[in-house]
């Protein structure tokens, strides 16, 4: 009965035989018998986790890949796949897309109950999903998050040079040393410009002429799959959702004005709260709130970010043309890189601050320190500059973070 699966991830591991491992494969406790693996569409979950099954064991009767969403394991179904994987000595299983099945949670936690030797990874792009639907599984699920390719793993792909990724403290400390020694080796701002509108997602490698048409496709399976899995939505409603990722993806970085924008689309307030969650849940964008209290006591995000600068370059390909695009582009990077491990929220003093108090700044080479002169903690993150100085630090370096 397995047979055919067998042969499917067979064939596709073939795939990612020369590809590098991702910044998380180190982080991944793969001793763990339950585990969650969760990111954007995209960004290379499912080859992360066929090169573990290849790596360390290159045997699908032993580890099995299998996705929830596949023709012949729906038809299967997955307990009978299960029960015939251990008959014949099955010690893994990888299910991915998983949030693709109906109570799949009740589903986990009895396969996890009923094979105490086995091991499950589950993956999917439905951090919703998985999230809130695996609640009886918090003592036993763990959970890791996959981000796009930083800047500094989309160099080394592109100079085959590795790179090391550095902390935040040392960026803040010692970024004047860092960068040095990185543009020593590499004239950075071609491959930052590059990076900014075709760099984030790892299908690059496969080829730059179908990059936009990917982004589109990654981006239909969200309204279409994604968020109707999810919640209870109408197609009009997927069509309002559409029209709100274009206004941000268009605006200067996006200022909210609720009552403003809700007119705008012709939707009541509460329903454009709702969208809001639905795109930050779906990766599609970042929301940044007040310092001042959780935001878990907040409603209101104070900035509406897109989710990484590639949505934008393909959502507005002539957008890069503008003068005033760029602010939008350097803000969106640093928020998409910082966001990745890091807390970070709207500033009123500069453009951003993290949970430690810094102040960010984000501009161009001219821009001047003005009012974070005073602040010890106060940093001018600038594009276009190779190397900065005290706390002028060069923007590109945020993407060495991860």
Do not use: C
Not at 84 to 108: F, T, Y
Not at 139 to 156: A, H, K, M, N, Q
Not at 369 to 393: A, E, F, H, R, V
Request: proline share 4%.
């Amino acid at each position: 009965m397995l047979i055919a699966l067998y042969e499917i991830q067979n064939r596709i591991s073939q795939s990612v035989n020369d590809l590098p491992r991702r910044y998380l494969y180190k982080d991944i406790n793969f001793d763990q018998r339950l585990i969650g693996l969760v990111g954007a569409r995209g960004v290379g979950k499912t080859t992360l986790l066929l090169q573990y099954l290849k790596t360390e064991f290159n045997d699908p009767v032993i580890a099995l890949y299998i996705s929830a969403d596949h023709i012949q394991v729906e038809a299967i179904g997955i307990m009978d796949i299960v029960a015939e994987h251990h008959r014949n000595g099955g010690k893994v299983l990888v299910i991915d897309e998983i949030h693709k099945l109906n109570n799949w949670a009740q589903i986990v936690k009895t396969l996890y109950d009923s094979y105490p030797k086995m091991r499950f990874i589950i993956s999917g792009s439905s951090a919703f999903q998985i999230k809130t639907q695996g609640y009886d599984l918090s003592r036993r699920l763990v959970y890791y998050s996959l981000s796009g390719l930083s800047f500094r793993e989309f160099i080394s792909l592109k100079k085959e040079i590795i790179y090391p990724s550095f902390s935040i403290t040392d960026i803040l400390k010692n970024h004047s040393k860092i960068a040095a020694e990185i543009t020593d080796r590499v004239n950075i701002h071609p491959f930052f410009r590059e990076y900014l509108q075709s760099g984030y997602y790892p299908f690059w490698i496969e080829g730059k002429a179908e990059y936009p048409q990917k982004i589109e496709n990654i981006i239909n399976k969200i309204f279409y799959e994604d968020i109707p899995s999810s919640f209870p939505i109408k197609y009009d409603a997927i069509r309002q959702l559409k029209r709100l990722l274009y206004i941000i993806a268009t605006s200067n970085p996006f200022q909210v004005n609720i009552s403003k924008l809700a007119n705008e689309l012709h939707i009541a307030r509460e329903s454009l709260y709702q969208y809001i969650d639905f795109l930050d849940i779906s990766f599609v964008i970042h929301r940044l709130w007040k310092p001042s209290s959780g935001k878990a006591f907040q409603r209101k995000p104070e900035k509406l970010f897109l989710h990484n600068t590639n949505i934008i370059s393909y959502l507005h390909p002539q957008f890069q043309r503008f003068t005033e695009a760029k602010g939008t582009l350097r803000e969106t990077f640093f928020v998409n890189q910082f966001m990745s491990n890091h807390q970070l929220y709207s500033s009123v003093r500069a453009d951003f601050e993290d949970e430690n108090n810094n102040q960010f700044e984000i501009g161009g080479k001219s821009k001047k320190l003005g009012q974070l002169d005073s602040p010890i903690n106060g940093y001018l993150i600038l594009d276009d500059i190779s190397i900065g100085n005290k706390n002028t630090i060069p923007l590109y370096l945020f993407g060495f973070l991860y």
